[in-house]
């Protein structure tokens, strides 16, 4: 694990830096703004708020029912993804581009994703098909390596699915704060910057009333989840 954080954030690192020096290629200017970027950013923080919602899931629920790998995990956020953390880290990564970044960045970013992360599930695929021999093949029949099947998702409850504690929030409360805070903050700057503060404002309500009602998930899901304990 903590290799693979080094790798992690040796990637990032680089990245920053290469954003750094040359913001004018990579950032979205919106001199006059169109519909569709007001749409985009929206849309981008709330896929940002999706994928940090399944990553904690992920993570959550995995170190709660097999501490150390012992345990092969086929419920929860497990039934629509075998691999929800990584789903996570994808929407997170497509909703920063959405709001901050020009569309040709998911591309990029996409190439990254699969380069990285792929191999990372191919590796984590043979030891699970190694430990679980009889279990593991039908788990892969039934569910899908990492985007959920639209079908299943309608079909099943989302507390099932998508059960969250907010003790497993807390956990990742940092970082969660700092991709969002970040985010909202090179957007804002962009935007006021270039259009004012009174022009900004609407765009800063639907996202502020974006962000409640993902609190609201949040609690909902919570609430489920120790009902049911």
Same mark, same amino acid.
């Given at each position: 694990? #903590?290799?693979?954080? #080094?790798?992690?954030?040796?990637?990032?690192?680089?990245?920053?830096?290469?954003? &750094?020096?040359?913001?004018?290629?990579f950032f979205r200017k919106e001199i006059v703004p169109t519909y569709w970027d007001e749409i985009a950013e929206i849309f981008g923080i709330a896929v940002i708020l999706l994928g940090q919602i399944i990553r904690v899931s992920g993570r959550g629920y995995k170190a709660e029912k097999s501490k150390n790998g012992? &345990?092969? %995990?086929?419920?929860?956020?497990? &039934?629509?993804?075998?691999?929800?953390?990584?789903?996570? %880290?994808?929407?997170?990564? %497509?909703?920063?581009?959405?709001?901050?970044?020009?569309?040709?960045?998911?591309?990029?970013?996409?190439?990254?994703?699969?380069?990285?992360?792929?191999?990372?599930?191919? #590796?984590?695929?043979?030891?699970?098909? &190694?430990?679980?021999?009889?279990?593991?093949?039908?788990?892969? #029949?039934?569910?899908?390596?990492?985007?959920?099947?639209?079908?299943?998702?309608?079909?099943?409850?989302?507390?099932e699915y998508l059960p969250l504690k907010f003790a497993w929030l807390k956990n990742e409360i940092g970082s969660i704060l700092a991709v969002l805070l970040i985010t909202l903050l090179l957007e804002s700057w962009e935007d006021i910057r270039n259009q004012g503060i009174s022009a900004y404002l609407d765009e800063a309500i639907i996202i502020f009333i974006t962000i409640v009602l993902f609190i609201g998930l949040i609690i909902y899901l919570n609430k489920s989840k120790a009902e049911q304990s």
């Open positions: 694990m #903590k290799k693979r954080l #080094k790798i992690n954030g040796i990637i990032i690192f680089f990245i920053v830096l290469l954003i &750094a020096f040359s913001p004018g290629i012992r &345990a092969l %995990i086929q419920d929860g956020p497990y &039934a629509i993804s075998r691999n929800p953390m990584y789903l996570g %880290i994808l929407l997170i990564g %497509i909703g920063i581009i959405l709001v901050l970044f020009n569309w040709w960045m998911i591309v990029i970013f996409l190439l990254v994703f699969v380069t990285h992360y792929l191999l990372l599930i191919f #590796k984590e695929e043979k030891k699970l098909a &190694a430990s679980f021999p009889k279990d593991y093949p039908d788990y892969c #029949k039934r569910v899908p390596r990492i985007f959920p099947s639209f079908t299943t998702v309608v079909k099943m409850d989302v507390r």
